[in-house]
């Protein structure tokens, strides 16, 4: 059973935060409960960027009630006048007494004067519970608001030993139907999907979200350096949904882009090299207000990524199988590589997980 405290409230405003992911761009998910004489008077979430903040939800919800009340806040209430007028502010006007807050936020426009604008009018202030599960919540906000570089995850879906097809170029499938239904859910999670060019040409993916129930779509983000992307692919043709950007070399033939542009595809150019100098193209991304993206591979465009240390999270699917094929099978992960032990890349805060019969090992890279 939950016991009644701050921790148990903040659980319940932690999940109607993480219900939101997916869904609010490049804003935050935010969770708020209000409890007055141990009721709950007002419940709510963060839906939508330009829409309401999860404390106006929740103040709305409670009306009269909220006087006198407990706020559960999963963020720091903000304090600037953004898309709506500052939380702190309805929070002290609505008679709150006391403000319970999991994270602060890290957006410069706020960063703590939120919670300070909320002491110097007479709240209690208690900062930091369940802190990590909130900023974890917004890791991908919580890089972007002060980088304007996209949070990208590197995903892969190998055999044990670290193939993503077979010497053939047989891919389907690897991973079991309970691995690819949690492939579509991260992908709900992300603003953008990442793939290289060769991907599209081999596999012709949708690299949209097809799961048991609706889900939000991604932006398809092909890196596709000369054009060589064919213009029947799926990626071009169904551009009802979701649309797609190409990332691009300044030496990509004129007549392919023209050829790509006509037809309502955006091309950005990346860099004058013949390959997609990939640090711009995040920068790119990034000022497009695409704050978070799944990388889903190839293994070079993977390494490549890698190597340029632009991957912030790497979830690493393995299904128990052993394929082999040696340099025909192409694996999950491929650059050039370090020439000690000790120049490996590691990985930080590592967790595992089952989805069937596969492992899923995740972690946050630290670069040497
Ligand atoms: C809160 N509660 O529910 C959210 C907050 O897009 P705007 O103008 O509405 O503002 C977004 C900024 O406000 C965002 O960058 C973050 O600092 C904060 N988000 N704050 O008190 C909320 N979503
Ligand atoms: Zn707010």
């Known amino acids: 059973m939950q016991l009644l405290n701050d921790e148990a409230y903040m659980r319940l405003a932690l999940q109607l935060a993480e219900s939101a992911l997916g869904q609010t761009g490049i804003n935050p998910v935010v969770g708020c409960v209000l409890v007055k004489d141990g009721r709950i008077v007002g419940m709510g979430a963060h839906l939508k960027r330009g829409q309401g903040h999860a404390e106006v939800l929740a103040l709305n919800m409670a009306g009269e009630e909220a006087k006198?009340?407990?706020?559960?806040?999963?963020?720091?209430?903000?304090?600037?006048?953004?898309?709506?007028?500052?939380?702190?502010d309805r929070l002290i006007e609505a008679g709150v007494e006391r403000v319970v807050v999991a994270?602060?936020?890290?957006?410069?426009?706020?960063?703590?004067?939120?919670?300070?604008?909320?002491?110097?009018?007479?709240?209690?202030?208690?900062?930091?519970?369940?802190?990590d599960e909130s900023m974890k919540l917004n890791e991908a906000f919580n890089k972007f608001i002060v980088s304007r570089m996209p949070f990208v995850t590197m995903k892969t879906a190998?055999?044990?030993?670290?193939?993503?097809?077979?010497?053939?170029?047989?891919?389907?499938?690897?991973?079991?139907?309970?691995?690819r239904a949690f492939v579509h859910t991260l992908r709900h999670r992300h603003q953008g999907i990442l793939v290289?060019?060769?991907?599209?040409?081999?596999?012709d993916p949708q690299l949209s979200t097809r799961g048991d129930v609706p889900a939000v779509q991604p932006v398809r983000i092909i890196a596709d350096s000369q054009?060589?992307?064919?213009?029947?692919a799926r990626v071009l043709t169904e551009q009802d949904r979701q649309p797609t950007i190409l990332l691009a070399s300044a030496q990509a033939p004129a007549e392919r882009r023209a050829a790509l542009e006509a037809r309502g595809i955006e091309v950005l150019t990346c860099g004058e090299g013949p390959?997609?100098?990939?640090?711009?193209?995040?920068?790119?991304?990034?000022?497009?207000?695409?704050?978070?993206?799944?990388?889903?591979?190839?293994?070079?465009?993977?390494?490549?990524?890698?190597?340029?240390?632009?991957?912030?999270k790497l979830v690493l699917m393995f299904a128990p199988k052993i394929i082999g094929g040696?340099?025909?099978?192409?694996?999950?992960?491929?650059?050039?590589?370090?020439?000690?032990?000790?120049?490996?890349?590691?990985?930080?805060?590592?967790s595992v997980e089952q989805f069937g019969p596969d492992v899923c090992i995740t972690g946050y890279p630290s670069y040497k």
């Open 275 to 312: 390959q997609v100098d990939l640090t711009l193209a995040m920068q790119q991304l990034g000022e497009r207000e695409i704050g978070s993206i799944l990388l889903e591979g190839g293994g070079r465009l993977n390494g490549a990524m890698l190597e340029r240390r632009l991957i912030d």
């Open 227 to 232: 054009l060589r992307v064919p213009l029947g």
């Open 68 to 88: 006198g009340s407990t706020a559960y806040v999963t963020l720091e209430p903000c304090s600037h006048y953004g898309k709506t007028p500052p939380c702190s």
């Open 158 to 179: 190998s055999t044990l030993d670290g193939r993503i097809a077979s010497k053939t170029g047989d891919s389907k499938w690897i991973t079991s139907p309970a691995s």
């Open 196 to 203: 290289g060019v060769d991907t599209v040409i081999a596999d």
């Open 103 to 131: 994270a602060t936020d890290p957006n410069p426009l706020v960063a703590g004067t939120g919670i300070a604008k909320l002491r110097a009018h007479g709240l209690d202030v208690i900062e930091g519970v369940l802190g």
């Open 326 to 350: 040696g340099a025909a099978a192409p694996v999950n992960i491929h650059f050039d590589g370090f020439a000690k032990m000790d120049e490996a890349i590691t990985l930080d805060r590592v």
